[in-house]
């Protein structure tokens, strides 16, 4: 079993940054692939980006591709998502999210098996 939980969202104007953590606990969390979604009002739940168990390959939607990155840090059992230049449009909900196997650029939220509770983000414009 995975616990995640996530922090660091709130209200910003577009334009600023927010970073996004989400602490693990249970498995060992190396052997997990990290990734997270968000989800819009009235929209179903998209990917953003994910990072592999040793943080060498990370893979990002196009969407935010030069605008958000993603990394670990295994010794404190940590994913961060790291969001400049927010647009209005990358207003949501955002999950953490993990997987023991398959592939970083898979996509699917099917995936994953385990899910963080999700922290608001909200972009004013």
Partial sequence: QVLLVESGGGLVQ??????LSCAASGRAFSSLI?????????????FVAAISGGGTITYS??????????????????????????KPE??????????GSGLV??????????????TQVTVSS
């Avoid at 958000?68 to 969001?83: A, E, H, P």
């Fill in 14 to 19: 577009a334009g600023g940054s927010l970073r």
């Fill in 34 to 46: 990290m990734g997270w979604f968000r989800q819009a009002p009235g929209k179903e739940r998209e």
């Fill in 61 to 86: 939607a196009d969407s935010v591709k030069g605008r958000f990155t993603i990394s670990r840090d295994n010794g404190k059992n940590t994913v961060i998502l790291q969001m400049n230049s927010l």
């Fill in 105 to 118: 650029a898979d996509r699917s939220r099917l995936g994953y098996n385990y899910w963080g509770q999700g």
């Fill in 90 to 99: 990358d207003t949501g909900v955002y999950y953490c999210a993990a997987k």
